[in-house]
């Protein structure tokens, strides 16, 4: 692969700043494995060789945001933000951000939007799947979600771990497992079911990881609503195929056959783009997994169709890149 055109919208950014403030908490260890360090250079010296030309850089988790710390969660929010904003400011073809938020501090959070998007260069907002029990469709957050709408915002999602969580279960230690998946599908289905995805339809949005469990639950999920609502009275005659049709999909993790095979089911090819959820992975598993993408892509002439657009094309446009 030699084009240095792929488009990484699944990648994610630390500061020293940020992790300090989570081991402070006790939260530095709270997904079940550790956060990577972060810095511009090595960010930009890994794209290169893994001939990455745009990476959108988003906090992964967990939320940076705890009760009786208010102050300094909006302060570790701002710090991972302006980071991002000086990466964009000296490599602005090669960065975009989306802004941290304090959530479920409505009011911060908005505040914070306003600044990232108008002041800072900010192309979205990256939610998590919950925000320490706050779910993506609560109504709690519509006032954010207009000004969001607004500006066009890209909003990428991102498991977190969720509120509450049995301990005792297996899933809860290794939260990346199973739980980061569930909670995903989780939150869309609640923003599908509470109308936000039409309500709000400048937003863009960003399902992870080969759209979760979404395709594999799509055909229940819509005989569900039919059994709940026949008249479509219920629940505002919801229509699951449009809500699903204006999402976008990142394929991070490894994208093998049958789960690219299944996001096709219910995403249309011009809204799937490449992810690798740097820095998490080492290089070389990214570079297997992209290798194994484009060897699958190209021995099947039904994907064939579909490879720059995946790599590159969906996101320039999604993103406003030339």
Known sequence: MSTNRLIDVHTHITTPGFLRFLEDRGALWEDGFPLPKWNLEDCIRN????????AFLSESSPQPYFKGYEKESIDACRDLNDTAADALQKCPDRIGFAATLPLPDIDAAIREAIRCMDELGARGIKFGSNSRGLYL???AMDPLLQE???RGAVCPIHPQKPTPLNESVFSAGPVPMFEFIADTTRAVINMIANGVIIRYPNIKWIVPHSGSFLPN??????SIFEVLDPKKEKFGGIEVDENIRRLYFDIAGHPVPHLLDFLLTIADPSHIMYGTDAPFPPKAFIHRGLQAFINMMDNREDLRP???MILYGNAASLLGLQ
């Open 47 to 54: 794209m290169d060789e893994l001939e990455i030309s745009f």
């Open 137 to 139: 469709g609560d109504p």
């Open 148 to 150: 969001l709408d607004k």
């Open 217 to 222: 639950i799509y055909p229940r999920f819509v």
């Open 306 to 308: 579909y490879k720059e």
